[in-house]
């Protein structure tokens, strides 16, 4: 009987460990060098600017990356607006 209560220890250690990774994949986003990345939140846009990297976002919430021209020497490659030429 011990060695059962073992195993199913070891499946709630294993499930925790899990639900733990999971959280943090959820929580985290990455942002392209040369871009910057905004939060929103069931559509409403927060005013926290997100810099190029690994940035810790609340779960739940999607964030977008937009590109910043003229932020280095090099041009990154930017989507046209409509219409411009």
Do not use: K
């Not at 959280?23 to 392209?32: D, G, K, N, Q």
């Not at 559509?43 to 779960?59: E, M, Q």
């Amino acid at each position: 009987m011990r060695w059962l209560f073992a195993a199913f220890g070891g499946f709630r250690v294993g499930f925790l460990v899990l639900l733990v990774l999971l959280v943090v994949y959820l929580s985290t986003t990455v942002v392209p060098a040369g871009h910057v990345g905004v939060q929103d939140f069931f559509g409403r846009v927060s005013d926290r600017i997100l810099s190029p990297g690994i940035n810790l976002i609340v779960p739940g919430t999607s964030s977008s990356s937009a590109c910043r021209r003229g932020s280095s020497r090099r041009r990154p490659r930017c989507p046209r607006p409509r219409g411009s030429s």
